[in-house]
Structure formats: structure tokens, C-alpha cells
């Protein structure tokens, strides 16, 4: 299976895109990645010998965080994101990762690839650490701003498809992010949408208040991209500064700092457990095509686990099984 990386894109990039796919390309020997920018700035993270299943191919340009996506996705065509989006269009490569514009991303995803045949709005679907035995994926969190209700249910079909598939989990708990609990509560947008939720052959637990979703009380989340995106960087946030203020007081003094040495294993896997780099990143669902989205700020860590994350992708056929779904809808 060949992976397309937009060795560009990222704050990080190319050293983090490079060392990232270097340390993937080793562990599995059944992945051509494919890094995709401007090669020589590529070649000088690359320390010889290359292993056998990389490849360069060149692209000139590079769409910058300050690019308006659409514009810069139909202007920049020999941009490095463009260039991968389009191998996957052209069956030349299986899938595609960026750590670069997210609004750039979506829309190669859409102007380049297309959607999936019956699938009526993609949603950017990240995981997010939570305190519960699973991950959970949320859907969607900034694709379709204004969605109706026959868009949730699609959400929510490629969801579980995408749960199971990829992160392993069996008849994956879905709640739809609302002010309440209550089967009424909520705009009507979510009110026309319980109801339609509910009739479906899934394990729906209801409506889930924010405050809950940390807690890992269901394992998909349904919303609109607005209030979704709302989350997601509350969650971001609300990680760095709780753990911006835990670094603080533990360096306070001596009496802390060794306080802080004997929580040091705890504190360690707390770090891990709602780290974003373990999960790598964000699929686009619902376009026809293996998307994924990697962090802004995406180290090399989170990049190999992006490729990783494609490759069960690819392995367990989540695109070929969401399509089947919309199909049997018809």
C-alpha cells in the first residue's frame, strides 16, 4: 500500500515529516510511503542509506497556515498537499497524510478526491484522550459547519465503521453532544436527530453533556462542526494549562520538586494517556479516499503514528465498508 506524506506541511516540517516517515517505513515493510515536497530540502533530513520502501517525489510549492484554503488548493496545484491529494485521485498512491492548513486539507479532500458516492457532507473526525478505557472519536469538528439531521446519521454510520475498524472497538457506545441529558433538551437540530439516532441497530447511550465527555462515556461522539470544533480546542487547551500548571507547582520548591519525583511514573502515563502524538490523526470521512489529518504541531512520534493510523485504514478496508453502508441505504 503506498502512503502519500505532504512532507511539507506541518510547523514542524520536513525534519518531523522525514524522521517520522523514516521510523514507519522500518517498522512495516508492507507501506511505500511517498514524501511528497520540495526534494532537496527533503534529502537533508535523510541519512543514507534511504530505506528501500521511501520514495521523493518533487513538489514546488507549499501551502503556508495563512493560505485561504480553497484559493490557495485551486492556485497552488504543484503544492506539495495538492500533489499527494491528487496521487490519491490518480490511484497512484492509497492514502494521504498533512500536518499542514487544515482548511486546505478539507478542501483538497473535496475538490481533488471528491466525496464518496451517496455521502452527502465528509466530517473531520478526530480522537481525543479520555479518561475511560477507550479513546473517543469525535464527529464532526469543523467540515460542515451548519449540518441537518440525515447528516448526523451519516456521521454516525461512518463512525462506527471507523471505531471498529481502526482503534479495535466492538459495538462502540455513540452519544450525540448535547445542554442535557434529556431526550427534548437541545436546539432542534439535535432534537430532530435523537429520535432518528435512536431507531438505528446501534448502541446509542442518548445525549452526552460536555462535562461527561472526558469521562470516555461512549466512544463516538455526534455533532455539528461548529459546537465539535468548540470541544476540541477546549480539550486542547484545557490539557496544556492543566498540565502548564502542574509543571508550575511542582517546581515551586524542594519540597515539591520531590514530590514531583515520587509521582514521576503517574505523571508519566497521565502525559501519555492524553497525548495527542499516541493517536497521530484526524481521518476525513466520507471522501473518497484515505485522508488523514495530523497535529499542526506534529513531532516525529505523532507523524509515524499518522501512517500507522493509515495503514489500518487501508488494511481493514474502512473506505470500501463505508461506501457498502451508504450503498445499502439506497
Known sequence: ????????????????????????????????????????????????????????????????????????????????????AQMVKNKEADAVITAGNTGAFMAAGLLVAGRIPGIERPALAPVLPTLGENSLLVLDVGANM???????????????????????????????????????????????TYPLLKEMPINFVGNVEARDVPNGVCDVLITDGFSGNVLLKLTEGLAQSIFGVLKKEFTKNAITKFAALLLKPSLQN??????????????????????????????????????????????????????NAVECDK
Open 270 to 323: 497521565l502525559k501519555k494517556q492524553m497525548d495527542y502524538t499516541e493517536i497521530g490523526g484526524a481521518p476525513l470521512l466520507g471522501v473518497d479516499g484515505a485522508f488523514i489529518k495530523a497535529h499542526g504541531s506534529s513531532d516525529a512520534k505523532a507523524i509515524m503514528n499518522a501512517i500507522f493510523q493509515a495503514r489500518l485504514f487501508l488494511v481493514n478496508g474502512v473506505l470500501e465498508k463505508i461506501a
Open 146 to 192: 451548519d449540518p441537518k439531521a440525515e447528516h448526523l446519521v451519516q456521521y454516525t454510520k461512518m463512525g462506527k465503521i471507523y471505531v471498529e475498524q481502526v482503534l479495535g472497538i466492538k459495538n462502540p457506545r455513540i452519544g450525540l453532544l448535547n445542554v442535557g441529558t434529556e431526550e427534548t433538551k437541545g436546539n432542534e437540530l439535535m432534537k430532530s
Open 1 to 84: 500500500m503506498k502512503i502519500a506524506l505532504d512532507a511539507m506541511g506541518g510547523d514542524l516540517a520536513p525534519k518531523s515529516t522525514v524522521e517520522g516517515a523514516i521510523a514507519a517505513a522500518n517498522k512495516f515493510s508492507d507501506i511505500q510511503i511517498i514524501l511528497v515536497g520540495r526534494s532537496e530540502e527533503i534529502k537533508k533530513y535523510i541519512k543514507d542509506p534511504i530505506p528501500s520502501n521511501i520514495t521523493i517525489h518533487h513538489a514546488e510549492e507549499v501551502i503556508k497556515t495563512e493560505d485561504e484554503p480553497v484559493r490557495a488548493v485551486r492556485r497552488k496545484k504543484d503544492s506539495s498537499l495538492v500533489v499527494a
